[in-house]
């Protein structure tokens, strides 16, 4: 699972109203460098959540410092942190672990770098 993908997954079970973002505990991860598309990256740039992106940097011991707090128009300009951004969002790959709704405690399992997002009949009704 690579982060990019992280970045929007949520439990959506009934009943569960904040179930994002999702906690990574993290059992082994692959980092796999990318030629990075910097014009692809800018037009990403504003759909990142940039505070899910620091937890998900912190929670697999990666330097959250490196991004914002926030999205800011500038954030294209910079060359160095779009590079930073892709390897982040494109090369972290998240093999095997679990996912944690920070509100229900459900855990999804993430096998073979596929997190398992299927609900069960009683959290679908």
């Not at 990142?48 to 800011?72: C, N």
């Amino acid at each position: 699972m690579r982060l990019l993908s992280h970045n929007v997954l949520r439990n959506t079970a009934k009943g569960v109203v904040d179930g994002y973002p999702l906690k990574i505990e993290a059992a082994q991860i692959d980092v796999r460098d990318t030629e990075p598309d910097l014009t692809f990256i800018r037009h990403l740039l504003p759909t990142i959540s940039f505070p899910v992106l620091r937890s998900a940097a912190e929670d697999l011991g990666l330097d959250a410092a490196a991004f914002p707090a926030s999205y800011s128009t500038t954030l294209g300009e910079d060359e160095a942190f779009l590079r930073a951004l892709h390897k982040a969002l494109f090369d972290v790959h998240v093999l095997e672990g679990s996912l944690v709704c920070p509100e229900s405690g459900r855990r999804f399992s993430i096998r073979g770098g596929i997190p398992d997002m299927m609900l069960t009949d009683e959290e679908l009704s």
